[in-house]
């Protein structure tokens, strides 16, 4: 929503914080090696390959002239940006071995044309948003069966900065354009995290890969376990201290979260496709009635019911956020949003809308840019006023990539 002619009163914090951001990268600049080699260093850590000469020579230009984070746009123009750096970010998030090294496929497309098109990235938990390539190319069309669209434009070599065309993900993938979340009903994610199972794995992934946490890092004993699954042992190796003590801590914020999900599922023949590579995403509708649960939930949401007949049958994908008390409340849950819903979308918009996304975004980006995590006061002080500015820049990550590259640019 667009500020009415008077400033608000927080747009000056907001312009303040954008001076100290300026301020922050122009000393990092000043600080260490001259305007060509920052400018160099810039590009290297941005691109990934050397600038030519007439790239380097403008941006060390606009470094003299205290313009930095124009060099940094500058560099985010040359077609590695988005063909190898952010592929390579964005790659470890479809995959449970977290490993760059696999083909192109529409979850790591939708960050890089999200990060591309200065969007909203918090669209990347809940939008109705898909990209794939341009209708132009002439490529086999996007199927959610099989992941040959992607593989093909990445065999193209057609630059991604130009190739992407964004669309509504329910137009291609058949979900209802309610039951999309983003990057979370992508096929490449269901593929990964919805495939067998009980659903709880898109919740520990998109904790690690959305949040920077593992579930190590949330338990909680403190909370009810009145929404644990039966297939939760209260007595593992038949001492019940195990499960109060530490299944608890994971399983009591987990599994009324992962509720979400209830709906979904990864459908494949795992005699003839092991791997998966030509299952789909499914989705129950009102229409759809699964044998082994009588409802639309899916099966697996019922397996190994005899562990613990008393646990809580999932009747439904309504879901709630216990971590709103208890210490998880650190994580900073928006107060505007309920902290329950129903179905993957509202789910992720409660991640998305977290002070933890944030925080999370701009980490990763910084450690991506910087080739190491924040390791002192000024280092933390710079994440800081770089999740500041993610907000109010509308959570525009490529800004991110921007800041985080001229502040490491005397390094």
Known sequence: MKAPERMRPNAFKACSMSLLILLTVTYACAAGAGPREQ?????DRIAGVPPSESVLDLMEGYITDGNALEAADLAMDDPAFYDA????FAAPWTNEAMTPFVPLNDYTATVIGLVRDEADFREVLYGDVLYVGDSDLGLTSYSPSNNTHYEELEESGEPLKDALQRVNQSTFSGLPASATAGVITSRAAARAFFSAGTNRAMFRFTLINHMCRDLEQV?????????????VSRSPGG????????????HTGMDPMTQAFAYYDYDYDPDSDPDGELGRLVYNTVNDIDPDTQSRVVGKYHINSATFEQGYVTPDDQWDNYWRQGTNRRLGWDPDLPGSGNGAKSLGQEWANSEAFAECQVEKVFNNVCLRPPSDSDDRNQVDAMVASFKTTGYNLKQVFAESAVYCAGE
Do not use: E, M, W, Y
């Not at 400018?39 to 590009?43: D, G, L, M, S, Y």
């Not at 750096?85 to 390579?88: A, P, Q, S, V």
């Not at 001492?239 to 994971?250: A, Q, T």
């Open 239 to 250: 001492d019940s201290r195990v499960f109060l003590n530490n299944c608890v801590g994971c």
């Open 39 to 43: 400018a160099k260093r810039i590009h």
């Open 219 to 231: 338990a909680d004993v403190s909370l009810p376990p009145d929404r644990i699954r039966q297939d």
């Open 85 to 88: 750096t952010l592929k390579n």
